[in-house]
C-alpha cells in the first residue's frame, strides 16, 4: 500500500491517537496533519472527517465554509473505543503486510550458488509460482 493510502493513513493517525491516550497527553495537531503525513489539506479533512463519521475519533467539528469545500476545527480530539478496535482489528493485517514485506527482501540460495533477491521457494510453492532461472524450481 502506498504511504498516502487511506486505511494507512487512517492507521497513523489513529496509533498516534492511542499513544497520547495512553500516555494521558492531548494529541498534537503537529503530529498527526497534513504536512507530517505527507498528503494535502483537502485529502487530510476529507480523512479527518471520515473518522468521526465513522466514530474513531472524538473531538472534531465540520465547518461549513462559503463557497468552498467545508472545513474542520479540533478541539481535544481523542481516538475512542470504536478506533482502539479499528487498531486491534487491523494490526494483524500490519502484521501479515510486514512479513510478505520482509519475504520479498530475503535472499534466497539456489543450487547454482547465486543468492537472488526473490521469494523463498516455499513461499513461491505455496503461491503455485515457479522461478524459471532456478534449477530447483524447476525440478
Keep these: 500500500m502506498a504511504k498516502n493510502d487511506y486505511f494507512v493513513i487512517v492507521y497513523r493517525i489513529l496509533t498516534y491517537l492511542q499513544e497520547c491516550f495512553m500516555s ?5 495537531v503537529e503530529m498527526f496533519g497534513p504536512d507530517a503525513l505527507g498528503i494535502n489539506n483537502g ?3 476529507n480523512v479527518m472527517e471520515s473518522m468521526a463519521n465513522e466514530g474513531y475519533i472524538s473531538g472534531l ?9 467545508p472545513g ?9 473505543q470504536s478506533g482502539l478496535m479499528f487498531l ?4 494483524l493485517m500490519a502484521k501479515a503486510a510486514r512479513v510478505l514485506k ?3 527482501q530475503w535472499g534466497v540460495e539456489h543450487r547454482d550458488g547465486l543468492k537472488r533477491q ?3 521457494h516455499a513461499v513461491l510453492k505455496m503461491l503455485g509460482r ?6 530447483f524450481c524447476l525440478a
Aim: include cysteine.
Design 88 to 91: 486491534r482489528e487491523n494490526s
Design 118 to 120: 526473490n521469494f523463498p
Design 102 to 104: 520482509n519475504v520479498r
Design 43 to 45: 485529502y487530510w479533512t
Design 72 to 80: 474542520i476545527k479540533l478541539h481535544n480530539v481523542k481516538i475512542t
Design 130 to 135: 515457479r522461478q524459471p532461472s532456478c534449477a
Design 61 to 69: 467539528t465540520v465547518v461549513p465554509r462559503l463557497g468552498g469545500a
Design 24 to 28: 494521558g497527553e492531548q494529541a498534537e
